[in-house]
């Protein structure tokens, strides 16, 4: 049943990436950045906090979808963890910063058991 947990969720992956996927570009640092990286990016969720005298801090989230396999160092071979700091450019030229999100240390997490693809927390930078 695992199995066929994971060829299901691998299709719907396929199939959300065709349907809504898009170029991006992943900065681990200077010297590292992944090019042409197929990703699907959410709507952004649009938080805001009141300050003193009636003005408003308003700032956006995004969830960055994408399959792990995807981010690997051209040099090692390993894998690429996204961290805090990384930074996420997208076909438009949107710049978002990988930060945690409600209040995890983590600035991802997988879809599911399965790990099929990561969702990655970022914000405008």
Same mark, same amino acid.
């Given at each position: 049943?695992?199995?066929?947990a /994971?060829?299901?969720? /691998? ?5 959300? $990436? /065709? ?25 952004? +969720?649009? %938080? ?14 995004? %969830? ?29 030229? +949107?710049a978002?910063?990988? +930060?945690p999100?409600?209040?995890? +240390? $983590? ?5 599911s058991?399965n ?5 990655i ?5």
């Amino acid at each position: 049943m695992a199995n066929q947990a /994971a060829d299901v969720e /691998a299709i719907c992956w396929r199939t959300l $990436l /065709a349907a809504r996927g898009e170029p991006i570009s992943y900065r681990v640092h200077e010297e590292l950045t992944i090019e042409d990286v197929m990703a699907v990016v959410t709507r952004p +969720q649009t %938080n805001s906090v009141d300050v003193q005298n009636m003005s408003v801090i308003e700032s956006r989230a995004w %969830n960055v979808l994408i399959n792990p396999d995807d981010l690997v160092d051209p040099v090692s071979g390993d894998r690429i963890e996204p961290r805090s700091g990384h930074l996420i450019t997208t076909d438009s030229g +949107q710049a978002l910063k990988v +930060q945690p999100s409600d209040g995890s +240390q $983590l600035a991802w997490r997988w879809n599911s058991s399965n790990q099929i693809w990561r969702r990655i927390n970022a914000a405008e930078s």
